[in-house]
């Protein structure tokens, strides 16, 4: 009995909840309005900080503490909307204006490892050898006019590719792609805290008896809380997870393994070699995956603003579209370089060649032997004789030395 009951409440809540998005961008703006005017105006700032006038015309003493209070409240959520709302604008303004008309990079085609379809392996050798063909070996199922670069996906709801395309949020009504990606991660991360904060505030007003009269206000505030917590709820640590930890966007999610294609060239031509990994190639490790959202320095990773660098290199990593993970680069010497090598290296000769250049190599060697024996025996002449004529000046030197003495005498 009490399960159908838990049952129903949750498809009402998750109905009201529903309903309530479904207006759109609008009720972020209306929990923006509510929850100031019901918590940091009414409370924070007319109840705490500067109380006004009772009916009997008298003005209450204004307490230090309270008022120490009520401003540490008032910036404390100032600092949590700032943080969430100011993201969603920059999601929302970036989505509908900057990348409208997106492509990639012009020389995405000109890189060593590639993304690749799995509908390529149709056209390839058992072995995952293929011709190389001009462009890059994925295609837009939906028929975008360019090739796919690495991780670019098809957005139904836009009908335009983006890079590292996640998913369209209907809550915020806005394309989660790389651009995009940083701020969204703000507003998973800020906005449930402020549902908290504005939930805690509003029940501390409603519990003091001197602010009975604004609880209309509160009210709004607690409903908007809650509607908004109970959905950031239940997606939240998902993706946070996903995209952070992971390095995993949407569309990968549902693939056993992934596809790439590694670009090399043969006497007779470009050629690719296609690979199926089962794990991410682009997951780099907890903390690298982590700054290649929020930045590679800590100080990036406060501000919402502050774009992460594979937001501007997109594309210009040199030999390959985004970094992948070191088992990728070891697959790609271990596959690729041998083929290089045995392109680099001559073949064998035949049996008929190879037994003319032994008779050639012994008849050099042959005639040059009696050569170096006639050099050996020329030096070695050479040395007997510097010898005797080093004897006979020695004798010459004696005998001189020996006759000179008997004439003294």
Known sequence: MWRDIYKKVSEALWLCSGVFLSFGPLWLPLFVVIVPYGNDYSF??????????????????????????????????????????????????????????????????????????????????????LIYAEGTPRRCPKGCDFDLSDRVYHCTVKGHCFPLYDHYCEWLHATVYLRTMKPYCFVLFFLPLDAVYSFAVSMAALCNPSTRWTA????????SSLAVFYVLIDNSPDNLKRLVWKNWVGPERGGRFWTLAFKYQESEGTRLRLHNFEKNPWDLGLKENFRQ????????????????????????YGDRDLPYADFVTREFTDQVMPTLTSVAIDPPAPSSIRGERASRLQSARSAAGPRSQQRTDDATTSHVGLFARLQRGDRRHAEGHSTGHDLST
Request: aromatic residues 22%; proline residues 7%; contains cysteine.
């Open 293 to 316: 959202v929020f930045g590679q320095h800590w100080w990036m990773w406060l501000f919402f603003w502050w774009s992460p660098e594979r937001v501007s290199r997109y594309g210009h």
């Open 44 to 129: 924070c700032w007319l109840f705490l900080m500067s109380p006004q006038k009772t009916d009997f015309g008298f003005f209450p003493d204004t307490s230090p503490a309270n008022w120490y209070i009520g401003l540490c409240l008032i910036l404390i959520s100032a600092f949590l909307k700032i943080n969430w709302f100011g993201a969603w604008l920059q999601i929302f303004i970036t989505t509908r204006f900057c990348d409208r008309h997106w492509k990639p990079p012009a020389d995405s085609s000109n890189k060593r490892i590639m993304q690749a379809d799995r509908a390529t392996w149709d056209y390839a050798l058992p072995s995952g050898r």
């Open 216 to 223: 209309p206000f509160v009210a709004s505030a607690i409903a």
